[in-house]
């Protein structure tokens, strides 16, 4: 299964939560059995709690994959402050 995320805002959090597609075997965001979430700031993630998981909510709705969330020290795009990992299953 292959899927892809857009980049959303700059250097804000809660707008980059994913917008994320499945490009293969019409997946849905309910296939999604695991997520690894990647921040820069461990204390920005959960001061802004509220706001990320309004996002999180709109995308995934009460659907709650295990999650692991991972402080680093950088990410691969300059400009992101969090990124996300998806495992999805389709059968």
Not at 18 to 34: F, L, Y
Request: proline residues 4%.
């Amino acid at each position: 299964m292959l899927w892809s995320a857009a980049l959303i805002g700059t250097r804000n959090m809660p707008p980059q939560m994913p917008i994320t597609t499945s490009t293969a075997r019409a997946g849905q965001m309910n296939d999604i059995v695991k997520l690894t979430i990647f921040v820069l700031s461990k204390t920005e993630y959960k001061s802004r709690g509220r706001e990320i998981g309004a996002v999180y909510r709109e995308y995934f709705g009460r659907h709650y994959p295990a999650m692991t969330l991972v402080e680093v020290r950088g990410l691969y795009d300059d400009d992101c402050l969090i990124e996300i990992e998806g495992i999805a299953v389709v059968d």
